[in-house]
């Protein structure tokens, strides 16, 4: 059973950068692919973006395409969220999340993420 923390969130004005992170503990990092989802405040959970098991391929949500970048590294247990010019539209809880089949079933607790204008 897999284990996920996330790290890197914080406070930055309109048209900075944050990068998230989560490290996976507990199973083997491999067999799952990741996502990233985010709920902002009065919101539903939203997906942002995901990536394979291999790291070869990822997908985005329209609104975080050309902004955010997805990354992993399979021998160091840990994927990442690289986020930049950021808007206050961004400002959510961001949720590191895996899976080995077609739902996603282990999640972290989540990073806020705050946009100031």
């Known amino acids: 059973q897999v284990q996920l923390v996330e790290s890197g969130g914080g406070s930055v004005q309109a048209g900075g950068s944050l990068r998230l992170s989560c490290a996976a503990s507990g199973g083997t990092f491999n067999r799952y692919a990741m996502g990233w989802f985010r709920r902002a405040p009065g919101k539903e959970r939203e997906f942002v973006a995901a990536i394979s098991r291999s790291g070869g391929n990822t997908d985005y949500a329209d609104s975080v395409k050309g902004r955010f970048t997805m990354s992993r590294d399979n021998a160091k247990n840990t994927v990442s969220l690289e986020m930049d010019s950021l808007t206050p539209e961004d400002t959510a809880v961001y949720y590191c999340?895996?899976?080995?089949?077609?739902?996603?079933?282990?999640w972290g607790q989540g990073t806020q993420v705050i946009v100031s204008s």
């Open positions: 999340a895996a899976r080995t089949n077609v739902v996603y079933d282990h």
